[in-house]
Antibody, heavy 121, light 107 residues
Framework: VQLQESGPGLVKPSQTLSLTCTVSGGSISSGGYYWTWIRQRPGKGLEWIGY???????YYNPSLTSRIIISSDTSKNQFSLKLISVTAADTAVYYC??????????????WGQGTQVTVSS | DIQMTQSPSSLSASVGDRVTVTCRASQSISIYLNWYQQKPGKAPKLLIY???TLQSAVPSRFSGSGSGTDFTLTISSLQREDFATYFCQQSYNIPYTFGQGTKLEIK
C-alpha cells in the first residue's frame, strides 16, 4: 500500500485547508483500517489529527474537533482533510497514514511522504 | 491527554554501540506503545508496535520492552543507517499522542 498527499502548499489565515490522500495498492473500503491524518508542526512534534474508519465513522482529536472534517471517496480510493479557520499555528507538514489495530493498540503504517502547508497572507 | 516524555532528547553514539531510548507515559498505558524512526525529510516509519513486537522487515537489532508507564527502545549494535530521530506513540486513549522525539547523532 502507498499513500500520497496532495493539496495547496499555501493557505491564507482564516481560510480552509483542504488536503487529499490517494491510496494505491489497497482499497480504503476493505475492512479493518483507520485512514489517518497526522501533522508535524515546527518545534511541536507529531500530532494525531484524526481518522476515518472503513465504515465511514470518524474520530477526531478533541483539540481540533470543532475545525476538522475527515471524509472519504471510495470511488477514487481517497480520503480527505478539511481544517477550517486556519491560523499560523496550523503551519505544518501534514501526513496521511494507514492505521492498524490489534485490541486497543493502534499504530500507523505506512505513511505518505508528507506535504508542507504554510498558513500566511 | 496522556503526555509522552522521551529521554534523552538527543544522543551521540558510534557505529556498533548499544543504545537505549526511554519513553515514559503520564499514566499507565498497558502495552499500547509504538515506536517510529524518522529520517530528515522523510515520513516516520513504524519499527515496533504493542511495546515489543517488531514490525515486518525491521532488523532484529531493534527491540522494545516495557509496560505500564515505562518503555525502552534498544538498538543492539548501531549501524550508520540508524542515525535518525525516534518517536514513541501511545494508543491507550484518544487523542493518540507522541513523544517529542530522540535525535540519535553520530559521535
Amino acid at each position: 500500500v502507498q499513500l500520497q498527499e496532495s493539496g495547496p502548499g499555501l493557505v491564507k489565515p482564516s481560510q480552509t485547508l483542504s488536503l487529499t490522500c490517494t491510496v494505491s495498492g489497497g482499497s480504503i473500503s476493505s475492512g479493518g483500517y483507520y485512514w489517518t491524518w497526522i501533522r508535524q508542526r515546527p518545534g511541536k512534534g507529531l500530532e494525531w489529527i484524526g481518522y476515518i474508519y472503513h465504515t465511514g465513522s470518524t474520530y477526531y482529536n478533541p483539540s481540533l474537533t470543532s475545525r476538522i472534517i475527515i471524509s472519504s471517496d471510495t470511488s477514487k480510493n481517497q480520503f480527505s482533510l478539511k481544517l477550517i479557520s486556519v491560523t499560523a499555528a496550523d503551519t505544518a507538514v501534514y501526513y496521511c497514514a494507514r492505521g492498524d489495530r490489534v485490541g486497543l493498540n493502534n499504530w500507523f503504517d505506512p505513511w505518505g511522504q508528507g506535504t508542507q502547508v504554510t498558513v500566511s497572507s | 491527554d496522556i503526555q509522552m516524555t522521551q529521554s534523552p532528547s538527543s544522543l551521540s553514539a558510534s557505529v556498533g554501540d548499544r543504545v537505549t531510548v526511554t519513553c515514559r507515559a503520564s499514566q499507565s498505558i498497558s502495552i499500547y506503545l509504538n515506536w517510529y524512526q524518522q529520517k530528515p525529510g522523510k515520513a516516520p516509519k513504524l519499527l515496533i508496535y504493542a511495546a515489543s513486537t517488531l514490525q515486518s522487515a525491521v532488523p532484529s537489532r531493534f527491540s522494545g520492552s516495557g509496560s505500564g508507564t515505562d518503555f525502552t527502545l534498544t538498538i543492539s549494535s548501531l549501524q550508520r543507517e540508524d542515525f535518525a530521530t525516534y518517536f514513541c506513540q501511545q494508543s491507550y486513549n484518544i487523542p493518540y499522542t507522541f513523544g517529542q522525539g530522540t535525535k540519535l547523532e553520530i559521535k
